[in-house]
């Protein structure tokens, strides 16, 4: 369950990145993939349990830090009974480091993208990488609930620093070059994430949303995938199923209602999406959402 949620927008008011506290009972907990647009950075405040990336399962205890790219499928599936359990999850488009000072923080994408076959999720309470990172983490949240002049650029200056401090301290990520796009193929991908943004419930096509970026639709769905970690599709498909479930949420509508005002033109095609990005039925969603809240 969450608790209050933070958001730092960019200047066409889109969600850049949020901030928020996960608080949720002890207990084992189906394995079930989730898909997101936004990498994800994490710090066990409170708690103990198992965290299971695809094969992987890490044993996680406070103080312990993950990060995923987007599009990682990742699910806690057991959370131990020792002690309450708080996560604190700070979600963010990869786009808030490339689409803004002429890309001047693109590099740090190499902390998704240069990952060795060694890579971790888990960075150890007792690494000394961790001790650094917490406090800037923390800080993070601390700006939010100030709000004082400039905190926007503040936050975005601490998750420059977290990354950085992992780009030089993992060994598990790869020296190889990484080629920045420049300012101009920049320009015109946040150009075409706009007009996703703004129009991903109507009836689209990858040909239309590449003639936005005046680009071609192969070279489109390369350079997107690249620097956001994730094909522009399924971008599509993320946007349109956090729709439906804010929809399911809040709303009383029938699930044809919500498929019809989510973009899908069927409601097989809006079953079958929603399976896939959150791992369980619209159904089942509802139910845990009602276990939840009761």
């Not at 993070?140 to 990354?163: A, H, N, P, S, T």
């Not at 190889?176 to 689209?204: M, P």
Request: proline share 3%; charged share 25%; net charge neutral.
């Amino acid at each position: 369950m969450k608790q209050q949620e933070f958001i730092l927008y960019d200047s066409g008011k889109r969600p850049l990145l949020r901030l928020f506290h996960s608080v949720v009972p002890a207990g084992r907990r189906a394995y079930r993939e989730h898909h997101h647009t936004e990498c994800e950075l994490s710090l066990f405040c409170n708690g103990a349990g198992i965290y299971t990336v695809g094969k992987q399962t890490y044993t996680f205890q406070k103080g312990d830090v993950f990060l995923f790219g987007s599009d990682e499928t990742h699910c806690i599936t057991n959370i131990f009974d020792e002690e309450p359990f708080d996560l604190l999850n700070i979600h963010f488009e990869p786009r808030i480091l490339w689409d803004s000072q002429g890309g001047a923080a693109l590099p740090l994408l190499r902390v998704f993208h240069n990952r060795s076959a060694e890579f971790s999720n888990q960075i150890h309470r007792e690494n000394p990488l961790a001790l650094e990172m917490i406090p800037k983490i923390l800080e993070m949240e601390k700006e939010f609930q100030k709000k004082e002049i400039g905190y926007e650029l503040k936050i975005r200056l601490y998750l420059y620093d977290v990354l950085l401090l992992i780009l030089r301290s993992y060994t598990d990520i790869e020296e190889k070059d990484f080629v920045c796009a420049n300012e101009k193929i920049l320009g015109q991908l946040s150009d075409a994430i706009t007009f996703i943004n703004l129009h991903y419930t109507d009836i689209l096509t990858l040909e239309e949303v590449a003639r936005k970026a005046t680009m071609s639709k192969a070279y489109f769905s390369t350079i997107f995938k690249k620097y956001n970690g994730i094909s522009p599709w399924d971008y599509i498909i993320i946007k349109r199923i956090e729709k439906a479930m804010n929809l399911l949420r809040h709303n009383n509508f029938t699930k044809l209602e919500i498929a019809e005002q989510c973009g899908f033109q069927s409601i097989s095609n809006f079953y079958k999406a929603f399976q896939k990005v959150t791992g369980m039925s619209p159904t089942s969603y509802i139910k845990a959402k009602n276990n939840t809240d009761s």
